[in-house]
């Protein structure tokens, strides 16, 4: 049985402006996500929360009779319960209780793969199972004998079990402080490459996978489910002039995810931060598109990201093969009336609507800040114009009358020596970004 909470009167948006039965709708998709059978789910109004069990009196023994009636055995809260309140409503209730935290936690323990993902979740969960030692079993009563003569009254189990939880902690902490070295240093050697890296960040179910799949012609796992995925995926996709950046699939956002997975995946994350360009991906065909983009807005601020002012993001306007031709026009339309700056591209990564202005943007973000330049080459160089494509982007070819091949090479301004150095005809032409406000 899943249970949604919401504060207020019946009816009445939550503070993300995202209206209960659509937050009843995500919570039963989260149960699912991990193959649970979701035989009731109900919305709940609350004037208050109660301290004790953080539903009234009247809806818990609503719910406890539901229970034995249905022989229902979970009870998934749809909100952040203290370890007390979850403890005393599977008493009353007769029936285990978890609530929001807990099951993401479960989901991103079920969807794991790697090592690295392994140890995320097992650090996510652990830092939540510690906080929820309270005195629930009888187990948990029980003494250990402490050391000396006399003794003493020595460790409870509680203690004992937390001291190695915080032990385990410890240990997969510098597991994971070996995972964040590695990836630094595979960020390093990508830039001595060096391919620019381009991030996928969205709210779970946003149809990141799919696009993935779309840019990189991969088979990474894409289903119609949450958090489908969840470890990391990098590929290498080609943009329109030839070059090419390295793809980071990361792992999907949702609403009041909890802080220990940020922490936990903070490794991972970091991908999104030294990124050159983050596409944050939408499914505007989703009900809660609004609510759902200012969730991942706000994850990426508490990255150190700020969406307005960040200028390496772009928004992905995703799924629209599943709105009416009217909605997908207007939709348009207000993309088109936005500064170049901030316009987001409209596309299907199913259908592939949209894909070549996608890669267009991405190519015109990366180049905001390189500069281009002319070289002139012997038609018969054809290391030189090798050379020339793995190492910039080649934006036009023109063989000259007296038979020589004239480039219009755009590169990134820390390579402008390098070309010097190995061509003898270079000339250099404005910046991408004062010749685009020219």
């Known amino acids: 049985m899943v249970v949604t909470p919401t504060l207020g009167r019946k009816g009445a948006v939550d503070d993300s402006g995202r209206p209960p039965e659509a937050r009843l709708t995500e919570a039963v998709g989260l149960a699912e996500a991990i193959d649970l059978d979701v035989a009731e789910s109900h919305l709940v109004t609350l004037s208050e929360v109660r301290p004790a069990t953080f539903l009234g009196k009247g809806k818990v023994a609503e719910f406890a009779d539901l ?7 979970l009870v998934v809260v749809d909100a952040a319960l203290t370890p007390v309140q979850q403890r005393n409503l ?3 209730l007769g029936a285990k209780v978890l609530d929001r935290t807990g099951l993401i936690l479960e989901i991103f323990g079920r969807r794991a793969r790697t090592k690295e993902g392994v140890l995320q979740v097992e650090h996510a969960h652990l830092t939540w199972q510690k906080s929820r030692l309270v005195r629930s079993w009888t187990h948990l009563e029980r003494q250990r004998g402490g050391f000396g003569f006399l003794g003493g009254p020595g460790e409870t189990q509680i203690e004992a079990d937390r001291r190695v939880i915080g032990e385990r902690i410890l240990k997969i902490e510098r597991e994971l402080e070996q995972v ?3 990836r630094g240093l595979h960020r390093a050697g990508r830039k001595r490459v060096p391919y620019p890296v381009v991030a996928l960040v969205g709210y779970t179910n946003a149809g990141k996978s799919t696009l993935f799949n779309r840019l990189t012609r991969a088979e990474v796992t894409a289903a119609d489910m949450l958090f489908a995925t969840l470890d990391p995926t990098l590929r290498q996709i080609r943009l329109p ?3 090419h950046a390295i793809l980071s699939d990361t792992v999907g956002f949702i609403s009041e995810l909890p802080t220990q997975l940020i922490a936990a995946f ?6 999104v931060l030294e990124a050159d360009v983050i596409l944050h991906v939408r499914d505007v065909s989703h009900e809660d598109a609004e609510a759902q983009g200012s969730d991942v807005r706000s994850v990426l601020r508490d990255l150190g990201i700020d969406p307005e002012t960040d200028g390496r993001l772009i928004e992905v306007w995703n799924k629209v093969d599943r709105l009416d031709p009217e909605i997908r026009q207007t939709l348009a339309a207000t993309a088109a009336r936005r500064a170049e700056a901030a316009r987001p591209v409209v596309m ?3 259908t592939g609507e949209g894909e070549e202005a996608l890669l267009e943007a991405v190519e015109n973000r990366l180049s905001a800040t390189r500069e281009t330049v002319v070289v002139i080459l012997e038609a018969t160089d054809g290391a030189g114009e090798n050379w020339l494509r793995r190492h910039g982007d080649v934006m036009d070819r023109m063989v000259e009358p007296e038979g020589s091949v004239r480039f219009t090479v755009r590169v990134e301004p820390e390579r402008i020596e390098g070309l010097r150095r190995r061509f003898a005809r270079v000339e250099a032409t404005e910046p991408e970004d004062r010749r685009r406000r020219a």
Do not use: C
Request: net charge neutral; charged share 40%; glycine share 8%.
């Open 266 to 271: 903070r490794a991972t994350l970091e991908e």
């Open 348 to 350: 299907s990564a199913l």
């Open 241 to 243: 002039h030839g070059a």
């Open 67 to 73: 229970v034995r009636a249905s022989g229902i055995e």
């Open 90 to 92: 599977e008493k009353e």
């Open 180 to 182: 964040k070295r590695t």
